[in-house]
Every structure is written in structure tokens, then in C-alpha cells.
């Protein structure tokens, strides 16, 4: 017969292993009713994987709401013990690690904040040696992926085995929409370098607002993410942190309802037979820009010499602003977004005078 404690761990373990995997909570452990309550309604949805709750809050200001601290331990615990459902929380020192699992916490996560200091990073790691518990980080604050890789590393070489990615946004200087930018492509690039980990987006803070939580949910999913961390309280708009961005536990029942849940594959040969004609047309399309670009390039290089031959420096602004402009007048006509071009014809631009410098300096 199982002992209770290994009932728990398999039950740690089958959610950690579920797709898609939901895990939800309030933002912070205010009282142990709070707690109770919320695990209670999100366990009551059927929807929920794993229970989260904010302990120790590192806030940007002293002076704000820092957490209830490590006496919410016991809520969590009791929280498990009611609903069955297993337990994650934030940790940022190695004594919040030790603290944590001291009261069976089954999953801990590293935040953003705390990602960006390999120092911190680095304490969490070596409280961790020996130990057998899934950790999720989240990407630091700012769009860095190399400190977010360099914090999976410092896990993984702590003995860490099951180690998984929050992808909660990025701050944004001039950003209105939402609270930290998503900036999708680098969440993508750091999943293509990391194929083996689950990823897991936080919508609740890259929102910061409930009202278009489900349009960043849906997105998630339809790129292929692995799971949803989303703030749940059982009165909103009173939370101690972050109101605006939590929601109901039935409202995010409704939410998770309402989401089209995709498949990354399907098993019809049909299926399979469409796509790959629709892959080798991209293929083709492919092989015909290389070699367009490469033509470009070599027009450059004759452009390049004759800016040697006649003193004429590479960068020429007043061309370029109105290649652009020419690009966006027709990107309108072609269904080609702004931020596309921009990112193309720049790089495009980076290429055409690394070929002109290196004419110059021969």
C-alpha cells in the first residue's frame, strides 16, 4: 500500500507530465481562508493541474506588498492535502528552497527578477543539489535570452532532471498594450534551443489586465505552448497584489472552455500529404529568395566600389528612409506588417554594408 507521501509524488509527477498543464492560484497568500478558498473553487473546475500561490513577493519598490512570507507555507500544504492537486511556488534564495520544501511543495519556480542575477540564480541552484523536484524558470525581466539559457544551465548542472520554461513577457519601454511585451520570437527561439522542456506561458503578466487575458491565452496555444500559469483569486479586485490582472476560478473555467485547443500533429495520411505539398512550395519560395537576396548582394558589392572609387561613404539615410517608406506603401497592398519589414529590410540593410565594407577595405 502507498504511504500518503507517495501518493502525493505521483500525483506531482502525472501533472507535471500533463499537456496541457494548468496551473493557477492567486497572485500572493493573503490569509489561510484565501487560500483555502481558491484552491477549493479552481480544484471544484475540473480544469486545473496544479495550485500556485505567491509567498514571497520581490517587488520593484520597498514599500509594497512583499508576501506573506514563509507562515502561507502551511495554507499551501493544508490547500494540497483538501483538493488532491499539487503545489508550486516562487523561490529566490536558497533558504526560500529549503523553506519550500520543507512543507512539500512539489514544484518551485524561479522568477523573472531572479532570473536576471546569475548570483541569485547560482544560491537557488546549490540549495537544490541532491534534491528530486521539477523547477520552471521564467524569462528574466529584460529580453536577454542568454541570461534566461544561463539560469537553465545553472539548474541543470545542480542535478535538476525535469526543468521547464515561464514565458511571461519582457519589460518595454513605450509598450501600452500590455503590462511586459511577449515578444513571441524570442519565447520561440529559446523553446527551439530547449525542444526536450515544457514551456509554459504566464498571460496574467503579460497582460497585467484581465480584459485580454483570453487572446493571449488562445495565442499561447496556437503556438503549440505546453501549458498556462494563470492567476485566480476569489475576489479580484481586492487582492493585495496585482487586482488587475487576476481572475475568478470560474471565470477561468470559462476561459480554458472557450480556448480551441490545438494539436501540433495529426496521424492522417491525407493530412500529411497537403502539408508536405504546402511545405515544398515554401521550400521552392525559399531557394528563390536565397538566391534573389544573393543577387542583391553582389549589387551591392559594384555599389560599394563605386563609393570607394569616388570617396562616397557607405551609409546613404536619405536612400534608405525612402526604400522603407516605398516597402510599407507596399506591404499595405501585400498583408505585410510593419514590424516585418522593419526587421527584414534592416537586416537586409546590416547585410548589403557588411558586403560594401568589406570592397572598402580591400
Same mark, same amino acid.
Given at each position: 500500500?502507498?504511504?500518503?507521501?507517495?501518493?502525493?509524488?505521483?500525483?506531482?509527477?502525472?501533472?507535471?507530465?500533463?499537456?496541457? #498543464? @494548468?496551473?493557477? /492560484?492567486?497572485? +500572493?497568500?493573503?490569509?489561510? %481562508?484565501?487560500?483555502? *478558498?481558491?484552491?477549493?473553487? &479552481? =480544484?471544484?473546475?475540473?480544469?486545473?493541474?496544479?495550485?500556485?500561490?505567491?509567498?514571497?513577493?520581490?517587488?520593484?519598490?520597498?514599500?509594497?506588498?512583499?508576501?506573506?512570507?514563509?507562515?502561507?507555507?502551511?495554507?499551501?500544504?493544508?490547500?494540497?492535502?483538501?483538493?488532491?492537486?499539487?503545489?508550486?511556488?516562487?523561490?529566490?534564495?536558497?533558504?526560500?528552497?529549503?523553506?519550500?520544501?520543507?512543507?512539500?511543495?512539489?514544484?518551485?519556480?524561479?522568477?523573472?527578477?531572479?532570473?536576471?542575477?546569475?548570483?541569485?540564480?547560482?544560491?537557488?541552484?546549490?540549495?537544490?543539489?541532491?534534491?528530486?523536484?521539477?523547477?520552471?524558470?521564467?524569462?528574466?525581466?529584460?529580453?536577454?535570452?542568454?541570461?534566461?539559457?544561463?539560469?537553465?544551465?545553472?539548474?541543470?548542472?545542480?542535478?535538476?532532471?525535469?526543468?521547464? #520554461? @515561464?514565458?511571461? /513577457?519582457?519589460? +518595454?519601454?513605450?509598450?501600452? %498594450?500590455?503590462?511586459? *511585451?511577449?515578444?513571441?520570437? &524570442? =519565447?520561440?527561439?529559446?523553446?527551439?534551443?530547449?525542444?526536450?522542456?515544457?514551456?509554459?506561458?504566464?498571460?496574467?503578466?503579460?497582460?497585467?489586465?484581465?480584459?485580454?487575458?483570453?487572446?493571449?491565452?488562445?495565442?499561447?496555444?496556437?503556438?503549440?505552448?505546453?501549458?498556462?500559469?494563470?492567476?485566480?483569486?476569489?475576489?479580484?479586485?481586492?487582492?493585495?497584489?496585482?487586482?488587475?490582472?487576476?481572475?475568478?476560478?470560474?471565470?477561468?473555467?470559462?476561459?480554458?472552455?472557450?480556448?480551441?485547443?490545438?494539436?501540433?500533429?495529426?496521424?492522417?495520411?491525407?493530412?500529411?500529404?497537403?502539408?508536405?505539398?504546402?511545405?515544398?512550395?515554401?521550400?521552392?519560395?525559399?531557394?528563390?529568395?536565397?538566391?534573389?537576396?544573393?543577387?542583391?548582394?553582389k549589387i551591392a558589392e559594384k555599389i560599394g566600389q563605386y563609393k570607394k572609387d569616388n570617396n562616397i561613404t557607405i551609409l546613404q539615410t536619405n536612400r534608405w528612409n525612402e526604400i522603407i517608406e516605398k516597402a510599407f506603401a507596399k506591404g499595405d497592398k501585400t498583408g505585410l506588417s510593419k514590424e516585418f519589414i522593419t526587421k527584414y529590410f534592416d537586416a537586409v540593410h546590416m547585410e548589403s554594408i557588411n558586403h560594401q565594407k568589406k570592397v572598402m577595405d580591400a
Amino acid at each position: 500500500m502507498q504511504t500518503a507521501e507517495q501518493t502525493t509524488a505521483n500525483a506531482a509527477q502525472e501533472a507535471w507530465k500533463k499537456r496541457p #498543464l @494548468i496551473i493557477s /492560484g492567486p497572485c +500572493s497568500a493573503e490569509t489561510e %481562508e484565501q487560500v483555502l *478558498a481558491t484552491a477549493q473553487r &479552481l =480544484a471544484a473546475t475540473g480544469r486545473v493541474n496544479m495550485l500556485r500561490a505567491g509567498i514571497w513577493k520581490p517587488r520593484t519598490k520597498p514599500g509594497m506588498f512583499e508576501g506573506i512570507g514563509a507562515k502561507g507555507l502551511p495554507w499551501l500544504q493544508q490547500a494540497k492535502k483538501l483538493t488532491g492537486l499539487p503545489t508550486t511556488v516562487e523561490v529566490a534564495t536558497g533558504k526560500q528552497v529549503e523553506d519550500a520544501l520543507t512543507f512539500d511543495v512539489d514544484v518551485l519556480w524561479v522568477g523573472a527578477r531572479t532570473t536576471v542575477n546569475p548570483f541569485s540564480v547560482q544560491e537557488v541552484a546549490d540549495a537544490l543539489r541532491g534534491v528530486n523536484v521539477p523547477v520552471l524558470i521564467k524569462n528574466p525581466i529584460n529580453p536577454d535570452l542568454e541570461l534566461w539559457a544561463g539560469a537553465v544551465e545553472r539548474i541543470a548542472r545542480a542535478g535538476i532532471k525535469d526543468i521547464g #520554461l @515561464i514565458h511571461r /513577457g519582457f519589460s +518595454s519601454y513605450g509598450n501600452t %498594450e500590455f503590462r511586459n *511585451a511577449p515578444m513571441w520570437h &524570442l =519565447a520561440i527561439e529559446m523553446k527551439l534551443k530547449h525542444p526536450h522542456m515544457p514551456i509554459i506561458n504566464d498571460p496574467s503578466h503579460i497582460c497585467g489586465r484581465r480584459d485580454i487575458l483570453q487572446e493571449v491565452m488562445q495565442r499561447a496555444i496556437d503556438l503549440d505552448y505546453d501549458g498556462l500559469m494563470i492567476e485566480s483569486h476569489i475576489d479580484p479586485d481586492n487582492a493585495w497584489s496585482d487586482a488587475k490582472q487576476q481572475i475568478t476560478p470560474e471565470r477561468l473555467k470559462e476561459m480554458l472552455e472557450a480556448i480551441i485547443w490545438r494539436k501540433e500533429d495529426s496521424n492522417s495520411a491525407e493530412y500529411h500529404a497537403a502539408l508536405e505539398k504546402l511545405r515544398q512550395q515554401i521550400n521552392h519560395l525559399d531557394d528563390e529568395l536565397m538566391q534573389i537576396l544573393s543577387q542583391r548582394m553582389k549589387i551591392a558589392e559594384k555599389i560599394g566600389q563605386y563609393k570607394k572609387d569616388n570617396n562616397i561613404t557607405i551609409l546613404q539615410t536619405n536612400r534608405w528612409n525612402e526604400i522603407i517608406e516605398k516597402a510599407f506603401a507596399k506591404g499595405d497592398k501585400t498583408g505585410l506588417s510593419k514590424e516585418f519589414i522593419t526587421k527584414y529590410f534592416d537586416a537586409v540593410h546590416m547585410e548589403s554594408i557588411n558586403h560594401q565594407k568589406k570592397v572598402m577595405d580591400a
